[in-house]
C-alpha cells in the first residue's frame, strides 16, 4: 500500500449494504443511537466523518473487528433529523482513508485514520484503458435505463483514471457490496480501472440476456392476450344467449324473499324495490350489479323486527346468576330488577350496563350469564384498539369493497334483534383522523336515539332499543363523559381473600381438574392450599392468574398420575388431596412475600392505600429529614397532583408548629424528603395525610404505629376530605394483615359496600381532621398532652358497629363538637 499521511482521530459510521466513495455524493438514513452521536460529534467539529462498511450487514452492534479497516473520509453537507428520531444526512465522500487503531469511547466509534496517498499513474497503456472503460460504461447505459445521459456526459469529461474509476462504480447497481469494498481498497488506478472494466462486461452480458428475454416475452405474451381477447368475446356471447335465464331467476329469488320477510319495515322494503328496479336494467356481470345484490343481500339478511323469547321467570335467572357467579350482589340485583320490570311492561327500553371493575374479576363472563338468565343471544364485540368510526357505522356503498359496521354485522349473525351485546373493553378506544368510534357509539347507547340507528352502508333506520347493551371497562377515566353519561355504571371491585377461596372450591379447582383429565381421578385442594397460592404466587383483584396457578397444579398431578399409572401398571389413583406444604412442590419458591405490617413500628414509615385499574394496594410512604436550607423533595414516579399534596401537608405542620413543639423556623433548617418505593405512577390527592403522618414522623421523631393504615386528602387547615375507591383500598389493607384504618369521616357512607367479614376483623377510625390522624398513627404515650385534652375524638368501629352506638353503620350520630382548625 503506498504512502499514508498523517493519522489523526474521526468518529465512524458504521455502514450496512453501501460502500461510499471519493467524490461521491450520499443520503444516508441513520437510526443507530451510536452512529447518531458520531453524527452529532462530527458536526460539533469540522464535519469529517470516517465512513465504513460493517462486514455482516445484520450486526446491530458491531464490533471493532467486524468493520472493514478501509473506508472513506467523507464531509456531512446537511444534517436532517426525522420526526420518528432518525437522522437524514448527506455526506460528501473525500479521500479513502485508513483505519490505524480504535480509540475507547462508549458512545460512538472513534478511530485514528491516515489517508491513503494514491499514486500518479499516466501513459498510452492507461489511456487505452480509461477509453475502454467509458465505451463499456456508454454501451451500459444504453441497455440501463437507470442511467441518465447527463451521467455519461459527466463520466466522459473526467480525464483523472483514479476519479473516473470511483465514479462509474458507484453508477453499477448490480455489482456486489464485497466487490465493491474490493475496488475501494485497491490503491493503484490501473489495477482499479482493469477491475471495474471486468465488472462491466459481465453486468453488459447480463444485460443483454435479459433484453432477450424481455422481447421474447413480450411477442409471447401479445399472443396470449390476443386469444384471451377472442375466448372472452366468445363467453360474452354465450353468456347473453343462455346466462340472461340464470339473471331472471335470480332477481326472482330475491323477490320472493322479499314477500316472506314478515318483519322488515316499510322504509326498507319500499329501497329493496327501488334497488330491484334498477337491477333489472343492468348487465348481470356489470360492477353495479355486484353492489346492488350485495346491498339487498344485506337487508334482508338482517333480522328486522324478528325477537328472541326473553325469560320471565325471575327466580331461574337469579338461580343461573348464582350457579354461573359468586358474589356481584349489586349487577345481579340491577339485572333481576330489568327481567321484573320487563314482565309488568311490554314494551321496555333496553338498559345500558357498564360493568366497570379490574381484570379477571368476572365482567365480560358475566354478561354471558345474563344472556343465559334472559334466554337471548349473546353477542360480543371487542373494541379495544377500535380507531375507525366506520368499524361502529360502516362504509357508505360509494367505497369498493364497503360493508355495515360490526354492529349491523354482529346482529346478522345471531338472527335475532334483541341480543345481550357485549361492548369489550370500551375504554381502550382511540381516534385518529378516521374519526371517532366513541362519538358514533352515542346515538347506539342512547336509549332516546337508537330506536333509528343508521349504519352508513345500509342508510337505513335500523332499531336498536330491543337490544340489551353491556359494557366492560377497568376503568372510568377511558371513557369520554358524554358516553359515560349515557350508561348506567356498576363498579365491581376486586374480590375479597374470602371470595377468592370460595370462587377457587366451587369454579375454578373444578373447572382445572376436568380441564386436565383428573375427573376420574378427582383432585381437591384444602382451603390452607388454595389460601397459600392467594397469598404467595398471585397479586392481583381478580381471580385469572390464581385460576393459572390451579391448572398449574392439575397439569403436574396429571403427569405424576400417568408415570405412575405406566410404571406400576395399576388403574388411575383415587382422591387427591393438595395441602399446603405441597404447593411449593407443585409451583416452585413463592413469587411474593406476603405482603403485611412491618416487624417494627419506624420513625418516617406510614401505610397508605392507593387504588388502580387492577385493584387496591397498601402503599408505603417514607419521609426523612437532614440538615440543610428548607429544600422539600418528593420522588417515587409522583404527578403533579401527588406533589401538591405533599406541600399541602408541610404547610399543614409549619401552621401546626407549636402544638407538635417545634421551632418556628424549623423548616429553614432541614430539608424533608418524602418517598414512595414502588416504581409505578402514582396520582392523586387521597396520599394527603399518609404523607403529613410521615413527614410529622420524622420531624418530631415519633414512630408511626405498624399496623395502622391512612387514606384520606389533606387541605391546609388540616380537614381531612373525601376520597375515593375506599373498598378496593380497605380489601387491600385487609389482605396486609393491617387491622386499624384511618378514613375520612365524609366517606362514611361507604362502609355500607365493605364485607361483613373485612369490618369484622378491623378497626375503622373516621377521621375529620389531621390532628386525630397524628394521635392515632403516631406511638404517643399521652396524645392529650400533644393535642389538648378537649380535642374531638374521631369516631370508631369495631368489628362491624361504631364504638358507643347502638345503631349500626347506616344511622351512627355526629359528635357535635367543632373541628379543630389551623388557628386554634
Not at 480504535?102 to 491513503?116: R, V
Not at 386525630?772 to 369516631?795: H, I, M, T, W, Y
Request: with cysteine.
Amino acid at each position: 500500500m503506498k504512502g499514508k499521511k498523517g493519522a489523526r482521530a474521526v468518529p465512524l459510521l458504521p455502514l450496512r449494504d453501501m460502500v461510499v466513495f471519493p467524490h461521491m455524493v450520499v443520503p444516508l438514513f441513520v437510526g443507530r443511537e451510536k452512529s447518531i452521536n458520531a453524527l452529532e460529534e462530527a458536526m460539533s467539529q469540522d464535519k469529517e466523518i470516517l465512513l465504513s462498511v460493517q462486514k455482516k450487514a445484520s450486526t446491530q452492534d458491531p464490533k471493532p473487528d467486524e468493520i472493514h479497516t478501509i473506508g472513506t473520509l467523507g464531509t456531512i453537507i446537511q444534517l436532517l433529523r426525522l420526526p420518528d428520531g432518525t437522522v437524514k444526512v448527506l455526506v460528501e465522500g473525500k479521500a479513502r482513508a485508513s483505519i490505524t487503531r480504535f480509540l475507547p469511547n462508549d458512545d460512538f466509534f472513534l478511530c485514528e485514520m491516515e489517508l491513503i496517498e494514491e499514486p500518479h499513474v499516466e501513459g498510452i497503456e492507461i489511456t487505452a484503458l480509461m477509453r475502454s472503460v467509458v465505451s463499456a460504461f456508454e454501451n451500459y447505459a444504453k441497455l440501463n435505463k437507470a442511467v441518465a445521459p447527463e451521467t455519461v456526459v459527466a463520466v466522459q469529461s473526467i480525464e483523472q483514471p483514479s476519479r473516473l474509476a470511483d465514479a462509474v462504480i458507484t453508477h453499477l447497481t448490480g455489482v456486489k457490496l464485497q466487490d465493491r469494498q474490493a475496488v475501494l481498497e485497491n490503491v493503484n488506478p490501473e489495477r482499479r480501472l482493469e477491475q471495474i472494466l471486468e465488472l462491466l462486461n459481465a453486468e453488459l452480458e447480463i444485460l443483454q440476456v435479459e433484453n432477450k428475454i424481455r422481447s421474447r416475452v413480450k411477442k409471447q405474451m401479445e399472443r396470449s392476450q390476443k386469444e384471451y381477447y377472442l375466448n372472452e368475446q366468445m363467453q360474452a356471447i354465450q353468456k347473453e344467449l343462455g346466462d340472461r335465464d340464470e339473471f331472471k331467476a335470480e332477481i326472482a329469488e330475491i323477490e320472493e324473499a322479499l314477500k316472506k320477510h314478515e318483519h322488515l319495515t316499510e322504509e326498507a322494503r319500499t329501497r329493496v324495490q327501488k334497488e330491484l328496479k334498477k337491477l333489472r336494467m343492468m348487465q348481470p356481470m356489470s360492477a353495479e350489479a355486484t353492489v346492488i345484490r350485495n346491498y339487498i343481500e344485506w337487508i334482508l339478511a338482517l333480522p328486522w323486527g324478528k325477537r328472541a323469547e326473553v325469560s320471565q321467570d325471575i327466580e331461574s335467572a337469579e338461580q343461573i346468576l348464582d350457579d354461573d357467579h359468586f358474589g356481584l350482589k349489586k349487577p345481579k340485583e340491577r339485572i333481576l330488577e330489568y327481567l321484573a320490570v320487563q314482565a309488568l311492561v311490554e314494551k321496555l327500553r333496553g338498559p345500558v350496563l357498564c360493568l366497570v371493575g379490574p381484570p379477571g374479576v368476572g365482567k365480560t363472563s358475566l354478561a354471558r350469564s345474563i344472556s343465559r338468565a334472559t334466554g337471548r343471544e349473546f353477542v360480543r364485540l371487542s373494541l379495544g384498539g377500535v380507531r375507525d368510526e366506520a368499524e361502529i357505522r360502516g362504509h357508505r356503498r360509494t367505497y369498493i369493497g364497503a360493508m355495515p359496521g360490526r354492529l349491523i354485522q354482529s346482529l346478522r349473525k345471531c338472527q335475532t334483534n334483541n341480543p345481550v351485546f357485549l361492548l369489550d373493553e370500551i375504554d381502550k378506544m382511540s381516534s385518529d383522523y378516521r374519526g371517532d368510534p366513541a362519538a358514533a357509539l352515542l346515538e347506539v347507547l342512547d336509549p332516546e336515539q337508537n330506536s333509528t340507528f343508521n349504519d352508513h352502508y345500509l342508510d337505513l333506520d335500523y332499531d336498536l332499543s330491543d337490544v340489551m347493551f353491556v359494557t366492560t371497562a377497568n376503568s372510568l377515566s377511558g371513557i369520554p363523559l358524554p358516553l359515560r353519561d349515557r350508561m348506567e355504571i356498576i363498579e365491581i371491585s376486586g374480590y375479597t381473600e374470602f371470595e377468592k377461596l370460595a370462587i377457587a372450591q366451587r369454579y375454578l379447582v373444578p373447572r382445572q381438574e376436568a380441564a386436565a383429565g383428573l375427573s376420574s381421578v378427582g383432585v381437591s385442594f384444602t382451603d390452607e392450599a388454595v389460601q397459600a397460592i392467594i397469598h404467595r404466587y398471585t397479586r392481583e383483584s381478580g381471580v385469572r392468574n390464581l385460576e393459572r396457578q390451579i391448572a398449574s397444579v392439575c397439569r403436574k398431578i396429571a403427569r405424576r398420575v400417568l408415570v405412575e399409572k405406566n410404571r406400576e401398571d395399576q388403574e388411575l389413583p383415587r382422591g387427591i388431596v393438595v395441602r399446603e406444604p405441597d404447593i411449593e412442590g407443585y409451583l416452585g419458591a413463592p413469587k411474593y412475600q406476603e405482603v403485611g405490617a412491618s416487624d417494627r413500628d419506624q420513625i418516617g414509615l406510614t401505610n397508605g392505600l392507593s387504588v388502580s385499574s387492577t385493584g387496591g394496594s397498601v402503599l408505603e410512604c417514607e419521609a426523612t429529614v437532614v440538615p440543610g436550607k428548607g429544600k422539600q423533595v418528593i420522588t417515587g414516579l409522583l404527578e403533579k397532583g401527588m406533589q401538591e399534596s405533599a406541600q399541602a401537608a408541610m404547610s399543614y405542620i409549619r401552621s401546626r408548629h407549636k402544638i407538635l413543639g417545634l421551632e418556628e423556623d424549623f423548616y429553614t433548617k432541614v430539608d424533608v424528603h418524602v418517598h414512595f418505593p414502588e416504581f409505578v405512577p402514582k396520582d392523586g390527592p387521597s396520599a394527603g395525610i399518609t404523607m403529613a403522618t410521615s413527614i410529622a414522623s420524622a420531624l418530631l421523631r415519633i414512630p408511626v404505629r405498624r399496623n395502622v393504615a391512612m387514606t384520606g386528602e389533606i387541605t391546609l387547615r388540616g380537614r381531612v376530605k373525601e376520597i375515593g375507591g375506599l373498598k378496593e383500598k380497605m380489601l387491600a389493607a385487609h389482605r396486609a394483615g393491617i387491622d386499624t384504618i384511618l378514613i375520612p369521616k365524609e366517606n362514611r357512607r361507604d362502609l355500607s359496600e365493605i364485607p361483613g367479614q373485612v369490618l369484622a376483623a378491623m378497626r375503622v377510625v373516621l377521621v375529620e381532621h389531621m390532628d386525630q390522624v397524628l394521635a392515632e398513627a403516631l406511638c404517643l404515650n399521652d396524645a392529650d398532652a400533644l393535642f389538648g385534652s378537649n380535642r374531638v375524638k374521631p369516631l370508631e368501629m369495631r368489628e362491624g358497629r361504631f364504638v358507643g352506638e347502638d345503631d349500626d353503620l347506616g344511622d351512627a350520630p355526629t359528635p357535635n363538637a367543632p373541628t379543630p382548625s389551623a388557628e386554634q
